[in-house]
């Protein structure tokens, strides 16, 4: 029980996908400059990288062990399929949801953070629930960054920002400056 | 007969001030850190000036350098030199005087001037100097002193010339913090000590008692809103008075009193730019901060950690002024 919350604290904060691997950076920067979507967007994250750790257990369980030089391609196409598949079924049985969800479900299917956590969630022979727990923190460590890039954001929208650091630059380093906020997680909970 | 028209002069409210400015409200700041100086001096003699100066001169040959030639000069209204001030004063006193220098530099360039300049920058300047020094110079930014060697002398690593490392075993003189004795070595300091300030740590973060004298001097003139410090400071209280009843973690007193915790609510979380403005606001991020710096001090890696926990809520400010915004009545 202490390892499962160990898991989530430090994807969620210590070791964060965005602020601390730096994985997942597009959607990071793409969508963070409004709240809302941002916060759909997490949601996004969230839901695909549950279906990513599940997939990944059942490839890691089933399949892999026969044939390990084909992991990669294994984890993309099958995650790329369920996603897929699973926006299908959404489109069908919830709009609503769809709506929320939409277009950020084949956007970030192939985005580095979504394989990462496959990979890392091989490396550390997570189990099941073990995967599960990691890829929620994942998920909410991505929306979390997110939402404060776009809050942030927002509120620098209407500062005088000089015009050489205008624009990407200035997310950039906004990008930076809250990685190093990031670090005072360094070490949390480490010894339980 | 050619009669100049009367003249109407049409101006909006606030027609009375107290004559309140940023360079105002600054130089009143200031003069509440010079006792903090003083103590540093006393304790750790002449290197706390020339650390404070290094910095000092770092933020206000920046704030000089990258100064907009349209708009006027703002380095008399002393917030470059405040940045400065704040900055040396949470170095630790045997740092480099480069880095101290170099710490001033990017308090201002990345701190204050890419945000738009003052008012606009949502991290605090010289919070944001120090982190990057911290992750930039680990060792030198944890090599802690003893209070208590002679006033003229320096300590071997303050020359040390830039980007060189600098040929001294810092263990020949170093010491631990209150916080580092307890989380590494299991070892309780007094209160009177951590009131009185001759322990080892930063600059400016040693007495206690001083910081809150300065602290109530600056909250009775309006110089500050009370609120987040004060909030910060109870839930301080509250999380460790829980934990070292449950767990037998350190006691309440000695985490009010130790580490950077005073000198960070009195002289960073009052910081007007980078806190939230709502009085409810102000609330969620003082106990926010207090619970984030006990849970870290605790379990964390980082005993020393006032600095990063305020960046990350200083992160949130945005969101928590957005959702804590009062609705007009009727609206």
Redesign the interface.
């Known amino acids: 029980m202490e390892n499962l919350a160990y898991i989530f604290f430090s994807a969620l904060l210590i070791n964060n996908f965005t602020l601390s691997y730096f994985l997942g950076l597009c959607p990071f920067f793409g969508v963070s400059g409004r ?1 809302d979507t941002a916060l759909r967007m997490g949601a996004a994250n969230i839901f695909v990288m549950t279906i990513t750790s599940i997939c990944a257990w059942a490839l890691n369980t089933w399949v892999l062990p026969h044939a390990p030089y084909l992991r990669l391609i294994c984890f993309i196409f099958v995650i790329a399929g369920t996603v897929q598949l699973t926006e299908m079924l959404i489109k069908k049985l919830s709009p609503v949801l769809f709506k929320a969800l939409g277009i950020f479900l084949p956007l970030i299917t192939t985005n580095c953070a979504i394989l990462g956590l496959a990979i890392f969630q091989t490396n550390r022979d997570y189990g099941f629930l073990e995967g599960l727990v990691f890829a929620l923190g994942a998920g909410g460590g991505l929306t979390l960054a997110l ?2 890039m776009a ?2 954001r ?3 929208e ?5 015009d050489l ?1 205008k624009g990407t630059a ?1 997310n950039f ?1 906004i990008a930076g ?2 990685s ?13 | 007969m050619n009669r100049n028209p009367p003249q109407l002069h049409i101006s909006t409210s606030p027609f009375v001030t107290e004559g309140s400015t940023t360079g105002n409200l600054m130089r009143q700041v200031i003069y509440a850190l010079i006792p903090v100086l003083i103590a540093a001096l006393w304790f750790f003699g002449i290197t706390a000036l020339l650390v404070v100066g290094a910095a000092c001169l770092g933020a206000m040959g920046t704030e000089w350098l990258l100064r ?1 030639k349209q708009t006027p000069n703002t380095l008399p209204d002393g917030s470059a030199l405040l940045t400065g001030l704040l900055l040396g004063l949470t170095l630790p006193p045997a740092i480099p005087l480069w880095m101290a220098a170099l710490g001033g530099f990017i308090a201002i360039a ?1 701190g204050k ?5 003052l008012g ?1 920058n ?2 605090n300047p010289a919070l ?1 100097g120090r ?2 020094l ?2 930039a110079f680990p060792e030198a930014m944890t090599t802690w002193v003893a209070p208590g060697k002679s006033f003229f002398s320096l300590y071997p690593t303050t020359l040390a010339p830039p980007l060189f490392k600098a040929d001294v075993t810092v263990d020949s003189f170093s010491s631990a913090t209150p916080l580092g004795m307890i989380k590494f070595d299991e070892q309780l300091t007094a209160l009177d000590h951590l009131l009185i300030g001759n322990i080892g740590g930063s600059l400016g973060e040693t007495s206690a008692g001083l910081l809150v004298i300065c602290g109530l001097v600056l909250a009775f003139r309006k110089v500050f809103d009370w609120r987040a410090p004060l909030a910060t400071l109870l839930s301080v209280v509250a999380c460790s008075f829980l934990l070292s009843w449950i767990f037998g973690t350190p006691e309440p007193g000695f985490m009010l009193l130790s580490g950077g915790l005073l000198f960070g609510a009195v002289f960073m979380v009052t910081d007007p730019v980078t806190t939230p403005i709502t009085p409810k606001g102000q609330w969620i991020f003082g106990l926010g901060l207090g619970f984030l710096i006990v ?2 001090r605790i ?4 005993p020393e ?1 006032v ?3 305020i ?2 809520m ?3 400010t ?2 928590i ?2 959702h804590t915004q009062p609705r007009p009545f009727g609206g």
């Open positions: 709240l939402v404060i809050g942030i927002r509120e620098n209407l500062a005088s920002v000089p650091v200035m380093f400056i809250l190093l906020a990031f670090m005072g997680f360094a070490g949390l909970f480490a010894t339980t | 907009d990345l001037v890419i945000w738009g300049g606009s949502l991290f944001l982190a990057f911290q992750a849970v870290i379990y964390g890696g980082l950690c600095m990063f926990t960046l990350f200083n992160a949130l945005p969101l002024n957005r």
